[in-house]
């Protein structure tokens, strides 16, 4: 075919004005040029496939009770509830459940401290006691709260020793049990990295104080709503016991499972004690890579790693943790609390989400790793 001068002129114009979704320049019926879709999904239809039976057959051999998402580059590839939300009714758990995301609730609490900060109602070397008066230790900032690096004693001690089970308790409460009992620091703030999950109950009433509302409602008004997170909430006893399709946690496994029941330490907020689906957390996660909630400045500074006073790094930012797996950096939190087992697991330079929800007392840990082992293995060559 033989292309004239004004042929090839009207070819260079749609070249460079045509919109990419065109896969092809038509020329007398035949393609020119093919042209790339933009954003196309980088992975194969039969790897994805592929990927979707291993990742199955890997949580069935782990018998996995609980609910589990996969997204990368944008793209849900793999969703799956097994199990039951009950093991005595037989109640099954279905994608939506709610399961109590134990310390997987700390990045919530982080974001909340860095959405005070981003409206200038704080700053993270402020003292704790510039906002908490009856606070008893002056050296404690709120960086050193976020970093676990703040020395703090374990409140849930003082709670199952001093508490009355059935009485309701708040974080207010279980500062003043800290406050009455005189607890010392196991460290002097910031030389050590020591996980302290009264540093981030301490965070919640923080937010609290500044907010002049419920830690609870800030999470619903702030981010749950917005993002329409429609099956998160925070631990509710009255809640959780009267509804029949409540996702339960228990002590183990097998057929003779036990039941948690209720536990004064669930009313504390902050370190743990929120509930959600994988649905909702992916529009969480998204929503932080979006820069929806925060800035880019801000999350940047909640993705680094903290600095000890003796200018080590740690394996902590504002509410997450860092680790490599298959030489892939993976920004992660994980939870275990009372038969609940989570994980939320990022890698953000590939755009890989992976998220797992549990109620049995799995070993998170190991089956998310194994997970990712799949999936590095599969994508490899697609997303390098």
Do not use: C
């Amino acid at each position: 075919m033989v292309i004239n001068k004004s042929i090839l002129f009207v070819f260079l114009i749609v070249l460079f004005s045509h919109p990419l979704g065109m896969s092809a320049l038509i020329v007398d019926g035949k393609p020119m040029i093919e042209l790339p879709a933009p954003n196309a999904f980088p992975i194969p239809d039969e790897i994805v496939d592929q990927t979707q039976e291993k990742l199955e057959h890997a949580l069935k051999r782990y018998r996995f009770n609980g609910t589990a998402l996969v997204a990368v580059k944008g793209k849900v590839i793999f969703e799956e509830a097994s199990g039951y939300a009950n093991l005595r009714t037989k109640t099954p758990l279905h994608i939506e459940s709610s399961f109590q995301l134990a310390s997987a609730s700390k990045p919530f609490t982080a974001l909340s401290i860095m959405l005070l900060k981003e409206r200038n109602l704080l700053n993270y070397d402020d003292t704790v006691s510039m906002y908490l008066a009856d606070f008893p230790y002056p050296e404690i900032t709120i960086r050193h709260l976020l970093n676990h690096t703040s020395g703090l004693q374990n409140y849930m001690y003082l709670v199952d020793h001093f508490w009355k089970n059935d009485s309701t308790i708040s974080n207010q409460k279980m500062l003043d049990l800290i406050i009455a009992h005189d607890l010392p620091l196991n460290n002097r703030p910031g030389r050590r990295f020591e996980y302290s999950n009264t540093g981030y109950a301490v965070l919640a009433l923080v937010v609290e104080k500044i907010t002049n509302q419920y830690f609870g409602d800030f999470l619903q008004k702030e981010i749950f709503d917005k993002l329409g997170m429609t099956n998160s909430f925070v631990y509710d006893r009255n809640k959780i016991e009267q509804d029949t399709n409540q996702v339960l946690g228990y002590a183990s496994q097998s057929r003779r499972a036990r039941q948690y029941f209720h536990d004064a330490n669930n009313e504390i907020l902050g370190d743990k004690s929120i509930y959600s689906s994988v649905n909702d957390i992916y529009k969480f996660t998204k929503a932080l890579n979006n820069y929806e909630l925060v800035d880019k400045e801000t999350l940047d500074e909640a993705f680094t790693k903290a600095i000890l006073k003796n200018k080590h790094s740690i394996n902590y930012g504002f509410g997450w943790r860092f680790k490599e797996v298959d030489d892939r950096e993976y920004i992660f939190h994980n939870g275990a609390w009372h038969g609940f087992t989570s994980t939320i697991t990022l890698d953000p330079q590939e755009d890989i989400t992976l998220i797992l929800l549990n109620n049995t007392n799995a070993s998170i840990a190991t089956i998310k790793n194994d997970l990712l082992h799949i999936l590095d293995s599969q994508f490899e060559p697609y997303v390098n």
